[in-house]
């Protein structure tokens, strides 16, 4: 039976699990894919580290170029993550003809143009199930079995970390600082967390997604992104009155002449299954021509599960090493000679249902000016909640609206804010309703 040698280019967490899969399930993989696939080196700057792997001597080494530059390695699994060595080590794996695996979602997002170009040129097959979704089949799903389908919208729970986060506080009431710190100490968030709860990671998937869904280049740049470190449990409590939870999703339609591509915290209907996904978890809902809706749900992130996509990733790989063909999938879905600049709407020319809380005295009249201004907008209330009443201070003024542009919705807001009678910032949260009312 033939060998296929694998390169590994850093064993960190998902990288050790991946060489776990690799070592422990070898009969497994080499009954399905008819070779041997060996761990011929990994290499990592720690190799002191008990990684609970038995390797044999010499396969850890310090230098990841020497794996790359290595004329027995057949298939480079990067792992490294980043955007600066990792983007040199695969540029230069494409370079001496050799297939590249890898889950750096964020390199990708920035510079995948020119790294899907370069393996364009050197015909060499680039696989990066891993990036989005972890173990969830999001790329396979879209470059071969919808690739039939002309793709509507998607929306997604990308992030695992947020809707950790936003889970809790709907659960019990806790406010965002407290849950982080609880996600931190139960390492369902970085030390650092302001790529995930910012919005970042989510929009390097979304990125990624647009450009396989639309055959777009991928545009990192021109996303709106918006995190979820404002949401509070009073808003929450809000939404659950009015039959929504709040998620931050990746959204992206088809708009004609261009895309929408927008990550924000949203109020989802209970009616829509992506309201019932909690905990770390991953969901993806796609609308395609052909296939109507459907979902994607899954382990987002973790050793195992994202192991599992890169040795999948691994696996599809050497089935093509072995039959001789280099680029039968498109890497993202579309011929390269196909993939345009599509323009991403402007955030300002969004139109959806919104969410707003007003900090507002309770005197007469104050309900009437806020109305007022809405109307000089355009903006029509669908329905308004105040709570309680008081004779000092602010009580909110709760208002959902049907659908309006949000230009004009900002326009508004600050209109509103310069009010004596307004107290507070006011709040918006954007509302993804499905009955595509008004």
């Known amino acids: 039976m033939r060998t296929i040698n694998v390169g590994l280019l850093g064993c960190g967490t998902v990288g050790t699990g991946v060489a776990k899969i690799l070592i422990e399930n070898k009969d497994l993989i080499s009954s399905r894919v008819g070779a041997v696939l060996a761990l011929k080196h990994i290499a990592d700057i720690d190799l002191k580290t008990d990684r609970g792997i038995q390797f044999n001597d010499g396969v850890m080494i310090p230098d990841a170029f020497t794996v790359v530059d290595d004329p027995d390695i057949d298939i480079i699994i ?9 983007k040199d080590l695969i540029l230069k794996a494409i370079h001496n003809g050799k297939p590249v695996v890898t889950a750096n979602k964020a390199l990708l997002a920035v510079h995948g143009n020119v790294i899907f170009n370069s393996a364009m040129k050197h015909g060499v097959d680039l696989a990066f199930e891993a990036s989005v979704g972890g173990c969830m089949p999001i790329i396979k799903s879209l470059r071969e079995s919808l690739a039939g389908n002309h793709i509507k919208s998607m929306a997604g729970i990308l992030n695992g970390t947020c809707n950790y986060i936003l889970s809790q506080s709907t659960e019990d009431g806790s406010n965002f600082e407290d849950v982080l710190i609880q996600a931190q100490k139960n390492g369902f968030a970085e030390a650092d967390p302001t790529l995930d709860i910012e919005g970042i990671d989510a929009a390097h998937k979304l990125a990624i997604l647009t450009s396989l869904a639309y055959g777009m280049e ?3 740049n021109d996303i709106y992104i918006e995190g979820i470190s404002k949401i509070t449990p009073m808003d929450i409590e809000f939404a659950g009155q009015f039959g929504y939870r709040i998620k931050l999703l990746a959204i992206t339609k088809d708009s004609g002449n261009s895309i929408e591509a927008r990550v924000h915290p949203t109020m989802v209907p209970f009616s829509n299954p992506l309201s019932g996904v909690d905990g770390a978890l991953n969901a993806v809902t796609i609308s395609g021509d052909a296939i109507g809706d459907m979902m ?7 050793m195992m599960p994202t192991a599992s996509a890169v040795v999948g990733d691994v696996i599809d790989l050497a089935r093509n090493i072995l039959s001789g063909s280099t ?22 020319d969004i139109r959806v249902h919104y969410y707003f809380r007003f900090s507002a005295l309770d005197r007469p009249g104050v309900l009437s000016k806020i109305s007022g201004i809405l109307g000089n907008y355009d903006i029509s209330i669908k329905s308004v909640h105040q709570k309680g009443r008081q004779t000092k201070g602010a009580v909110p003024i709760v208002m959902l609206t049907h659908l309006a542009r949000e230009a004009d919705v900002q326009n508004a ?9 307004v107290s507070d910032p006011p709040v918006l949260i954007r509302i993804e309703d499905e009955n595509g009312e008004d």
């Open 78 to 86: 990067e792992m490294i993550g980043g955007e600066g060595i990792a």
């Open 218 to 220: 991928i545009n990192f």
């Open 296 to 302: 994607l749900y899954g382990f987002g992130a973790g």
């Open 327 to 348: 680029g039968r999938v498109p890497s993202l879905s579309f011929q390269m000679d196909h993939i345009r600049k599509i323009p991403i709407l402007p955030m300002e």
């Open 413 to 421: 807001l600050s209109d509103i804010y310069s009010l004596d009678v």
